[in-house]
């Protein structure tokens, strides 16, 4: 089945410090990968669609200057939140699209002190 | 606006219990219907929808859609303690290709 794998798994960092979170579809090419966040107890909440080659599209409310995403290649997208703070604790999931279906990744926990 | 509303919102049963978890949906471009089910990290992959009245199953889970009332329902027999999670339905948008989530059924199976 498809397979996509979201690195780092946990992280911690300080306040004003940037974090890369990196997607990989690793047996499929995914045109198309989307991030999430999800807060506790809550559902999952669409940040952005990523394009390869192409700009990222933000969803209403989410600020694309502070959570940059490049979408390099057929099979890799990276989340860039930077100067994190600690409202920016979340667990990020990210998920590449076969056309008719999304595959989750593992998800990323973010934890900013 | 596209919308998608799970019940209920939180299920408590026990072991062997059989539960139906419903998912309603307003969509102006309606694409498929996928259900997902969250333990402690990231969503699995369960079913995906697109045909009204064709059951999926697979083991003790099941689902099936109707696009004339727009809805679904997951259905779970005999329930065991790991089949505890949250299960989410999502509408994928024809218009857009992006996954509308509910708001997740918490689905605690006791001993």
């Known amino acids: 089945g498809a397979v996509v794998s979201q690195h780092p798994s946990r992280v911690i960092c300080k306040s004003g410090t940037s974090v890369k979170i990196e997607c990989r579809s690793l047996?499929?090419?995914?045109?198309?990968m989307f991030w999430y966040r999800q807060f506790p107890k809550q559902s999952l909440m669409l940040m952005a669609t990523?394009?390869?080659?192409?700009?990222?599209?933000?969803e209403q409310g989410v600020e694309k200057d502070k959570f940059l995403i490049n979408h390099a290649s057929l099979t890799l997208s990276t989340l860039t939140v930077t100067s994190a703070h600690p409202e920016d604790s979340s667990f990020y999931i990210c998920?590449?699209?076969?056309?008719?279906?999304?595959?989750f990744g593992p998800g990323t926990r973010l934890l900013v002190l | 606006e596209d919308k998608v509303v799970q019940s209920p919102l939180s299920l408590v049963v026990h072991e062997g219990d059989t539960v139906t978890l419903n998912c309603s949906y307003e969509v102006t471009n309606f694409r498929s219907l996928l259900w997902y089910k969250q333990e402690k990290k990231a969503p699995t992959f369960l079913f995906m929808l697109t045909s009204s009245g064709i059951e999926k199953k697979s083991g003790r889970l099941s689902s099936i859609l109707d696009k004339k009332e727009l809805f679904s329902i997951l259905n779970i027999t005999a329930t065991q303690t790991g089949d505890s999670a949250i299960y989410l339905c999502?509408?994928?948008?024809?218009?857009?290709?992006?996954?509308?989530f509910g708001q997740g059924t918490t689905l605690q199976v006791k001993p």
């Open positions: 998920s590449a699209s076969t056309g008719e279906t999304q595959y």
């Open positions: 990523s394009n390869e080659g192409s700009k990222a599209t933000y």
């Open positions: 047996d499929f090419q995914a045109t198309t």
């Open positions: 999502a509408e994928l948008s024809g218009n857009t290709g992006k996954l509308i």
